[in-house]
């Protein structure tokens, strides 16, 4: 019998790319950018009813969980993994290897993530079906992407040697992993056709990357593994929000998938697309007759090829080309759609300027301390 598989969303990024639509308090895994639900909401419905809700979970920060929860209602409570602090995607991923291990020693499971859109349902559900069965002999399956474009903001999967076919789809052994390399190298590798994107989507055993981690991570392991051993018992949250915190931050990619032996890369053909920053937006989006993408009332007069995105007031832009403007009822964004990648400087600008506005609590002075009172006393008579 094969093992069961299991879904991980992780959904605990802050998206600073798509400020100002993005905020700490709503976050872009939370937002709908198409008009067919949150990013979190489509990355569990592209999993319907492949993998039930009862196996799905996410991982989010603990301020996140209640509205997760709330996008998610056919999630289990119980399966909404809140983090006390960001500490890389490694520990998320451990943390949520700890529960479905619990749950089901051989249980394999699909690591995915809250921002990515898939526009092939079905080539996906095939493709984890495929990456679930080599999971199952013990591999780390990572699902590659076929580069379209010389993308410098993504890594890179060079393929080695293939692995025996499973139906209609192969795997390679992985040769290397490449980050994030210079225009001129990600053009040599986009037109060579041995190399993948990291689409940052694994399956393995839960068990099998646990044991990777004790290999290669030992200090993260040993920390999870406390937190394991708390599991449904009553100082289970005590434990998290004590060893949490101490815990290395590290990627799973650099942790563990660059260090490992068995590591193999599906190349999939799934429609994917990493909603990272508003030019992407703008190419997810319907274009009018001039290149625009429009979302909400908009005048645009000789406007082209721009993004133009409010929800609650009309936008009005005159003689405008290749821009990205994004109104919100906090802030205004206007940028060129090739400068998307540099709006999260802008983003840590809004946050260290509202930091820096927030009014200092003034600490009382103690009171002055008044002489005690004595209590007046009768004179005692003699006897």
Same mark, same amino acid.
């Given at each position: 019998?094969?093992?069961?598989?299991?879904?991980?969303?992780?959904?605990?990024?802050?998206?600073? $790319?798509?400020?100002?639509?993005?905020?700490?308090?709503? /976050?872009?895994?939370?937002?709908?950018?198409?008009?067919?639900?949150?990013?979190?909401?489509?990355?569990?419905?592209?999993?319907?009813?492949?993998?039930?809700?009862?196996?799905?979970?996410?991982?989010?920060?603990?301020?996140?969980?209640?509205?997760?929860?709330?996008?998610?209602?056919?999630?289990?409570?119980?399966?909404?993994?809140?983090? #006390?602090?960001?500490?890389?995607?490694?520990?998320?991923?451990?943390?949520?290897?700890?529960?479905? $291990?619990?749950?089901?020693?051989?249980?394999?499971?699909?690591?995915?993530?809250?921002?990515?859109?898939?526009?092939?349902?079905?080539?996906?559900?095939?493709?984890?079906?495929?990456?679930?069965?080599?999971?199952?002999?013990?591999?780390?399956?990572? %699902?590659?992407?076929? /580069?379209?474009?010389?993308?410098?903001?993504?890594?890179?999967?060079?393929?080695?040697?293939?692995?025996?076919?499973?139906?209609?789809?192969?795997?390679?052994?992985?040769?290397?992993?490449?980050?994030?390399?210079? $225009?001129?190298?990600?053009?040599?590798?986009?037109?060579?056709?041995?190399?993948?994107?990291?689409?940052?989507?694994?399956?393995? @055993?839960?068990? @099998?990357?646990?044991?990777?981690?004790?290999?290669?991570?030992?200090?993260?392991?040993?920390?999870?593994?406390?937190?394991?051993?708390? %599991?449904?018992?009553?100082?289970?949250?005590?434990?998290?929000?004590?060893?949490?915190?101490?815990?290395?931050?590290?990627?799973?990619?650099?942790?563990?998938?660059?260090?490992?032996?068995?590591?193999?890369?599906? /190349?999939?053909?799934?429609?994917?697309?990493?909603?990272?920053?508003?030019?992407?937006?703008?190419?997810?989006?319907?274009?009018?007759?001039?290149?625009?993408?429009?979302?909400?009332?908009?005048?645009?007069?000789?406007? $082209?090829?721009?993004?133009?995105?409010?929800?609650?007031?009309?936008?009005?832009?005159?003689?405008?080309?290749?821009?990205?403007?994004?109104?919100?009822?906090?802030?205004?964004?206007?940028?060129?759609?090739?400068?998307?990648?540099?709006?999260?400087?802008?983003?840590?600008?809004?946050?260290?300027?509202?930091?820096?506005?927030? #009014?200092?609590?003034?600490?009382?002075?103690?009171?002055?301390?008044?002489?005690?009172? @004595?209590?007046?006393?009768? #004179?005692?008579? @003699?006897?």
């Amino acid at each position: 019998m094969a093992p069961k598989l299991y879904a991980l969303i992780l959904a605990g990024g802050s998206g600073t $790319r798509l400020w100002p639509r993005s905020q700490p308090h709503m /976050p872009k895994q939370f937002l709908d950018f198409t008009g067919a639900g949150s990013l979190l909401q489509l990355a569990r419905q592209r999993l319907h009813p492949f993998i039930p809700a009862a196996r799905t979970f996410v991982a989010t920060h603990t301020d996140y969980r209640v509205l997760a929860h709330q996008q998610l209602r056919k999630v289990p409570a119980g399966n909404i993994l809140g983090e #006390p602090a960001a500490r890389g995607t490694a520990a998320a991923i451990g943390l949520a290897a700890l529960h479905i $291990r619990r749950r089901d020693p051989l249980g394999v499971m699909a690591v995915l993530t809250a921002d990515h859109l898939i526009s092939k349902k079905r080539e996906f559900q095939a493709a984890l079906r495929t990456a679930a069965q080599l999971a199952a002999d013990g591999w780390l399956v990572t %699902l590659g992407i076929a /580069p379209s474009r010389a993308e410098t903001g993504y890594g890179y999967i060079q393929r080695g040697a293939a692995l025996p076919a499973r139906g209609a789809q192969r795997a390679y052994r992985v040769a290397r992993f490449v980050e994030k390399p210079a $225009r001129d190298t990600a053009a040599k590798y986009a037109a060579s056709g041995a190399y993948s994107w990291n689409s940052g989507m694994f399956i393995w @055993r839960a068990e @099998r990357v646990l044991e990777e981690m004790a290999l290669h991570m030992p200090e993260l392991h040993a920390g999870l593994e406390q937190i394991g051993a708390a %599991l449904g018992q009553a100082h289970a949250a005590r434990t998290l929000a004590k060893i949490w915190p101490l815990l290395p931050v590290e990627t799973i990619d650099y942790g563990v998938m660059e260090k490992a032996a068995r590591v193999a890369v599906l /190349p999939v053909e799934i429609g994917w697309s990493d909603v990272g920053s508003w030019d992407v937006v703008y190419n997810l989006l319907p274009h009018d007759a001039n290149g625009n993408a429009v979302s909400g009332q908009h005048y645009s007069p000789d406007t $082209r090829n721009s993004l133009i995105y409010s929800g609650h007031r009309i936008v009005a832009t005159l003689g405008l080309q290749d821009m990205v403007v994004v109104d919100t009822p906090t802030a205004l964004l206007i940028c060129p759609r090739e400068r998307a990648q540099e709006v999260k400087l802008l983003a840590q600008m809004a946050t260290h300027k509202r930091t820096a506005d927030k #009014p200092k609590k003034k600490t009382a002075k103690p009171a002055a301390r008044k002489p005690a009172l @004595r209590a007046k006393t009768k #004179p005692r008579k @003699r006897a």
